[in-house]
């Protein structure tokens, strides 16, 4: 299964969090885990978002920065399973 996470920056505006979690689960993702939290001097939420399955991570990051509030996004790499050594 297809697991990606995304840091993103957006607008604190009314409905901003919840078109960020529609916008994933419409993808036909599964969202894991979202964090966000506010950033009063710049008025703007900084949000960490784990998501798994859909096709394409490509197509949840257009689908994300097509909404006004979306100021930045970053994907980040999976970390590499680790593995147990064998001694």
């Not at 964090?35 to 900084?46: D, E, P, W």
């Not at 978002?49 to 930045?72: A, F, M």
């Not at 790499?77 to 593995?83: A, F, M, N, T, Y």
Request: charge should be positive.
């Amino acid at each position: 299964m297809n697991q990606y996470r995304l840091k993103l920056i957006a607008s604190n505006t009314p409905g901003c969090l919840e078109r960020v979690l529609n916008n994933s689960r419409s993808g036909g993702f599964d969202v894991d885990n979202f964090t966000a939290s506010l950033c009063t001097k710049r008025n703007q939420y900084n949000i960490d978002l784990h998501v798994s399955g859909g096709d394409s991570q490509n197509t949840l990051i257009i689908s994300l920065l097509q909404e006004s509030d979306i100021r930045s996004l970053t994907p980040c790499r999976k970390s590499p399973e680790r593995r147990p050594s064998m001694q």
